[in-house]
């Protein structure tokens, strides 16, 4: 089960591209059909490590990324009823390229910006350094 690894690199990815002081609320990613990755187990994993945070309360949305492959014989693109099978349907060629469906990306990330002290107001990271 890999989605543990997922979860804590998202809260890595999260923690160094969210601006200071920022009130995380949405967390949106894309999961590719080929990687074979469980929401549930995911987001288990997410609410764990971000729960009594300042990543607690952000919802984590999660799109599906359809797997769709190119044939590299024949040319033929189409969305494989099963990621394990890549056979061409048209040629029976075993040269799959994968256009879409691979990878888990970190797409977005929806914030609050609190208003306040506009002049270097210490942020999250800078506090955190400091202790």
């Not at 995911?42 to 764990?48: F, K, N, P, Q, S």
């Not at 607690?56 to 190119?70: T, W, Y």
């Amino acid at each position: 089960m890999h989605e543990g690894a997922i979860a804590e690199a998202l809260v890595e990815q999260v923690r160094r591209w969210l601006p200071a002081d920022a009130v995380l609320r949405r967390v949106h990613l894309e999961i590719g059909r080929l990687e074979h990755v469980e929401p549930s187990p995911l987001r288990l994993h997410w609410t764990a490590l971000t729960l009594d945070t300042d990543l607690g309360d952000a919802e984590l949305v999660i799109e599906h990324v359809p797997l769709v492959v190119r044939c590299g014989a024949c040319g033929h693109e189409h969305e494989p009823d099963e990621p394990s099978y890549l056979i061409c349907p048209e040629c029976g060629s075993a040269r799959p390229e994968v256009i879409r469906g691979a990878g888990v990306v970190l797409r977005r990330l929806e914030a609050d910006q609190p208003e306040g002290d506009p002049d270097g107001h210490p942020g999250r990271r800078e506090r955190a350094q400091a202790q």
